[in-house]
């Protein structure tokens, strides 16, 4: 248990559909990050909220829409996904952007499957 | 560019061996950190341990170690005594002075045989 908990743990959507994953840690980090996970590619970053405010969109369909109302939440809406967004989406918190000496710490994923 | 190169796909260890995975890493930048990561199959990333780009010792963490070597910008995970608990997808991260994100490799999946 690491302090990062993700919901729900598994998704199955269709196309059409419109989904939110939730990301919530009371560790008293300040900054939050969605990644996704596909088979065998590099866990790529999505976005990252520094202080509430997002510091980072790595050039993210805008069928991916996050929400950060705090800094204890994080919330990735999903709509009109295609079947090439099924993946493990991963959220992360650390205590501050760019701190280099503290490890992320990461909930255990919500696996999405787009049919 | 920032970059980390794990070349084993898939890696098999005899339990109470030790297994080493390899991981390289490119970057410009002279202050990083590089981290390890234990994913297990309940998808849950796990911290194992962390070197810093100007610590002089190779990092310890109980079973685990790194083996940093800096002027061939490798930084390998030793895993003394495997248990069959280990067998689960590693993987190796660095964030930079400059960055603002945890890069990551592809990952190395360790089986530990009985």
């Known amino acids: 248990e690491t302090g990062v908990t993700q919901t729900p743990r598994h998704l199955v959507m269709g196309m059409t559909n419109k989904k939110s994953l939730k990301c919530e840690q009371h560790?008293?980090?300040?900054?939050m990050y969605w990644y996704k996970q596909s088979a065998k590619k590099p866990l790529e970053l999505m976005f990252v909220y520094n202080f509430k405010e997002q510091t980072e969109n790595n050039s993210v369909p805008s069928r991916f829409s996050p929400e950060c109302p705090n800094s204890s939440h994080l919330f990735l809406h999903l709509h009109t996904l295609q079947p090439e967004d099924s993946a493990l989406y991963l959220c992360?918190?650390?205590?501050?952007?760019?701190?280099?000496?503290?490890?992320?710490?990461f909930g255990q994923g919500t696996r999405l499957t787009v049919v | 560019a920032q970059k980390i190169t794990q070349t084993q796909p898939g890696m098999f260890v005899q339990e109470k061996e030790a297994v080493t995975l390899d991981c390289t890493y490119d970057?410009?930048?002279?202050?990083?950190?590089l981290f390890w990561y234990k994913q297990p199959s309940s998808g849950e990333m796990i911290f194992l341990i962390y070197?810093?780009?100007?610590?002089?010792q190779n990092a310890t963490e109980g079973r685990y170690s790194l083996n940093f070597q800096k002027a061939r910008k490798s930084a390998n995970l030793v895993i003394s005594a495997s248990q069959l608990g280990d067998s689960a997808m590693y993987f190796c991260a660095m964030i930079t002075n400059t960055g603002n994100q945890f890069y990551f490799g592809t990952g190395t999946s360790l089986t530990v045989i009985p």
């Open positions: 070197q810093g780009s100007y610590d002089q």
């Open positions: 560790l008293g980090h300040n900054a």
């Open positions: 992360a918190s650390s205590p501050t952007r760019t701190g280099m000496n503290t490890e992320a710490f």
């Open positions: 970057t410009s930048d002279p202050s990083y950190g």
